[in-house]
Nanobody
């Protein structure tokens, strides 16, 4: 399984970005897909996850209303819509798959993409 994130870039504060996580060779119906981010000097943190069984799971109350996860099974793509971006949202964003569930820890996920950089200018 190879995951590839895209859609990152430089955006002014208050702007929006939509990240994409695409993969080949898997059926999204059988995997949970999570979005994570890691800022310099900080640990990677889970943002949200989506799966057929659980629907959408949001792990960060502070991001509710600004970040939305969705998927297009036909396109084998999971999205992270990010609105009203703030400078503290600057990070490398990764997607990852889990065969088991939408877990809150990295250990639940076994395939990771390389990440896409998001930089929010203030």
């Amino acid at each position: 399984v190879q995951l590839k994130e895209s859609g990152g870039g430089l955006v002014p504060a208050g702007g929006s970005l939509r990240l994409s996580c695409s993969a080949s060779g898997i059926d999204w119906n059988y995997y949970a897909v999570g979005w994570f981010r890691q800022s310099p000097g900080k640990e990677r943190e889970v943002i949200s996850c989506i799966s057929t069984k659980e629907g959408t799971v949001n792990f960060r109350d502070s991001l509710k209303g600004r970040f939305t996860i969705s998927r297009d099974v036909a396109k084998n793509t999971v999205y992270l819509q990010m609105d009203s971006l703030k400078s503290e949202d600057s990070a490398i964003y990764h997607c990852a798959t889990s065969w088991v569930k939408c877990g809150s820890g990295e250990s639940w996920y076994d395939n990771w993409g390389q990440g896409t950089q998001v930089t929010v200018s203030s």
